[in-house]
């Protein structure tokens, strides 16, 4: 990379941790994963690409799209790995413990990116691989965010100020952020280009999952072949079962990720418990009033 130095910035009280890649803070240390990716990956006709901001329901739609695509026979692999030890995350692969060589291109790949779509390399948006896009609400998504941050950077510590977690989400200066313009991408291809970006609610997920995961699998070119098959999916990927595994309560997905906190309690709603009426008024006003610009409530 070359010109002058990329901006760096701070995230619970770890210093320089995040570098702005074109309008969008990413962990400093996937700058390069992320730009190789971008430089260098080809991607084939029948690729799947996942696509999420943080703390959306990832580790939920990986869970459910490997399911789908490849369906098992011969054992459950979510018995014995991580969803994201099945689903890389491109950006991460390098720091984690795939078993996915995510440039293989010898046959259809699942991958899973948190990079915003002007990011995403030109033969990932050229190509007729289908992208899965998850979002949640903006005030959820920060409660969870500061579970998930406070159990990676604080675990001996104090929870990080809430107020500060909400500063952060606030003015966009977070892993991937600002959350508003992520979302606003996909949703705006998404709005483009019907065959090519299918735009998932987490919330319609949990309020009518079987509804929400037959229109993933029929995206996807696997339709579910019954109500029978959606319940057997949604039991096979559900938290309550995953977040139980011997292999999701211990371990590690990477050297700073303990795989228990993937699976939290993936409610829709949880945020009243937290946030007060100053935070939800701040994070509407800076965040959810530019989506509900672009049609898209929460």
């Known amino acids: 990379m070359t010109g002058d130095p990329l901006p760096k910035a701070s995230f619970w009280d770890k210093p320089d941790i995040l570098t702005q890649l074109e309008g969008f803070w990413l962990v400093s240390t996937v700058v390069d994963p992320a730009t ?69 291109a010898s046959a259809p790949r699942l991958l899973h990116t948190h990079l915003p779509y002007s990011h995403l390399p030109a033969s990932v948006k050229n190509s007729t691989c ?62 483009r280009r019907l065959e090519k970006v299918l735009f998932v609610k987490y919330e319609e997920m949990k309020s009518d999952a079987k509804r929400e995961v037959s229109r993933i699998a029929e995206f996807l070119g696997r339709p579910l072949t019954g109500e029978g098959e959606a319940e057997e999916l949604l039991w096979r ?20 990720v303990p795989n228990a906190a993937y699976f939290r309690k993936g409610q829709v709603g949880d945020w009243k418990n937290y946030l007060t009426s100053q935070m939800e008024e701040r994070i509407h006003q800076t965040v959810g009033l530019k989506l509900e610009a672009l049609g898209l409530f929460f």
């Open 237 to 256: 990927c559900s938290l309550e079962r995953l977040k139980n595994l011997e292999v999701n309560s211990s371990g590690h997905d990477s050297e700073l």
């Open 130 to 191: 289908k992208i899965v896009y998850i979002a949640r609400s903006p005030k959820d998504t920060l409660i969870s965010m500061w579970h998930f941050f406070n159990a990676i950077y604080r675990r001996d510590r104090e929870p990080l100020p809430l107020d500060e977690a909400v500063d952060c989400f606030c003015t966009g200066v977070h892993p991937f952020g600002p959350f508003s313009d992520h979302v606003a991408e996909y949703w705006l291809e998404s709005r």
């Open 36 to 104: 190789t990716f971008r430089s260098n990956f080809n991607a084939r006709e029948d690729d799947v690409v996942l696509a999420s901001s943080i703390k959306t329901g990832t580790t939920w739609l990986m869970a459910l799209s490997h399911s789908i695509l490849k369906k098992p026979e011969n054992g459950d692999p979510l018995a014995t790995d991580n969803p994201h030890t099945l689903v890389p995350t491109v950006e991460s692969a390098p720091f984690t413990n795939t078993k996915v060589d995510i440039y293989d």
